[in-house]
């Protein structure tokens, strides 16, 4: 990993979470990529924090 992503606790958080679906069987893969997107969607259409 660079810099950036070591003190980017989000990216690591999101880092940790790819690692922990990708250890999975791939059916559970498909749940947990698909519940991934459904929060990272959300955290968008929520709009920038801090505004």
């Known amino acids: 990993m660079d810099d950036t992503s070591r003190s980017d606790p989000d990216r690591t958080d999101l880092v940790s979470e ?3 679906i990708e250890s999975q ?3 559970r893969r ?3 990529y698909e519940a991934l997107h459904d ?6 259409e929520s709009g920038p924090a801090g505004a």
């Open 18 to 20: 790819l690692e922990v």
């Open 25 to 27: 069987p791939i059916a």
């Open 30 to 32: 498909a749940e947990g």
């Open 39 to 44: 929060a990272l969607a959300r955290r968008l």
